[in-house]
């Protein structure tokens, strides 16, 4: 079979709410894109996915931008603000929101490999790890942030920008009125 169909499917059996979002899709074709992985799916009447035809038409289609796999890892909601849809709106949304709220049962997995206490001590540090990454990462980014702001200027500050703005508009003002003078000035001569 298909390896994404496969993943999807299992987490979609482990969440049975979603086969039930996808059913009244069935029949529809969607293709989903986090470059440089791509996958073209069938919804079935179960509303699990298989592979499609290779000559299937897309009914809609969810693209990724390759810069959001950092954010789809640590903030999946944030993520998918950056998703483009295409084609039947209501079909990439509706796959788009299972997407999004389906939950893997890590766990569930791990037992059937580890048993249930190693399981649960396992998926219970991965989720400190997962934690302290995203507060380092938070923290990183602060400090990079706050370095190109105040000690190497690279970056623009707000009231900065608002002050420029500001002054542009009274630039354009200023030239406006100096061109309706010139205007006058040559009428008058």
Same mark, same amino acid.
């Given at each position: 079979?298909?390896? !994404?169909?496969?993943?999807?499917?299992?987490?979609?059996?482990?969440?049975?709410?979603?086969?039930?979002?996808? @059913?009244?899709?069935?029949?529809?074709? $969607?293709?989903?894109?986090?470059?440089?992985? %791509?996958? &073209?799916?069938?919804?079935?009447?179960?509303?699990?996915?298989?592979?499609?035809?290779?000559?299937?038409? =897309?009914?809609? *289609?969810?693209?990724?931008?390759? *810069?959001?796999?950092?954010?789809?890892?640590?903030?999946? %909601? +944030?993520? #998918?603000?950056? #998703? +483009?849809?295409?084609?039947?709106?209501?079909?990439?949304? #509706? $796959?788009?929101?299972?997407? @999004?709220?389906?939950?893997?049962?890590?766990?569930?997995?791990?037992?059937?490999? $580890?048993?249930?206490?190693? !399981?649960?001590?396992? &998926?219970?540090?991965?989720?400190?790890?997962?934690? +302290?990454?995203?507060?380092?990462?938070? *923290?990183?980014?602060?400090?990079?942030? =706050?370095?190109?702001?105040?000690?190497?200027?690279?970056?623009?500050?707000? @009231?900065?920008?608002?002050?420029?703005?500001?002054? $542009?508009?009274?630039?354009?003002?200023?030239?406006?009125?100096?061109?309706?003078?010139?205007?006058?000035? =040559?009428?008058?001569?």
């Amino acid at each position: 079979m298909n390896p !994404a169909a496969d993943i999807l499917n299992h987490l979609l059996l482990q969440n049975p709410w979603a086969q039930d979002a996808l @059913r009244p899709y069935a029949g529809n074709v $969607v293709g989903l894109a986090l470059p440089p992985l %791509q996958a &073209t799916l069938f919804i079935l009447d179960s509303g699990l996915f298989a592979p499609a035809a290779d000559n299937a038409v =897309e009914d809609a *289609s969810i693209h990724m931008p390759f *810069s959001a796999l950092p954010r789809l890892l640590l903030q999946p %909601q +944030e993520a #998918a603000s950056l #998703a +483009e849809l295409q084609g039947d709106t209501e079909l990439a949304s #509706a $796959v788009g929101k299972v997407l @999004r709220q389906m939950r893997w049962d890590a766990e569930e997995d791990l037992s059937r490999i $580890v048993g249930d206490i190693p !399981a649960h001590q396992l &998926t219970q540090a991965g989720a400190r790890i997962k934690n +302290e990454l995203g507060r380092q990462a938070l *923290s990183l980014a602060g400090m990079f942030s =706050e370095y190109w702001l105040e000690e190497q200027p690279l970056i623009a500050k707000r @009231r900065h920008l608002e002050q420029f703005a500001k002054e $542009v508009d009274a630039l354009r003002d200023d030239v406006e009125r100096l061109e309706k003078r010139t205007a006058r000035l =040559e009428q008058s001569s």
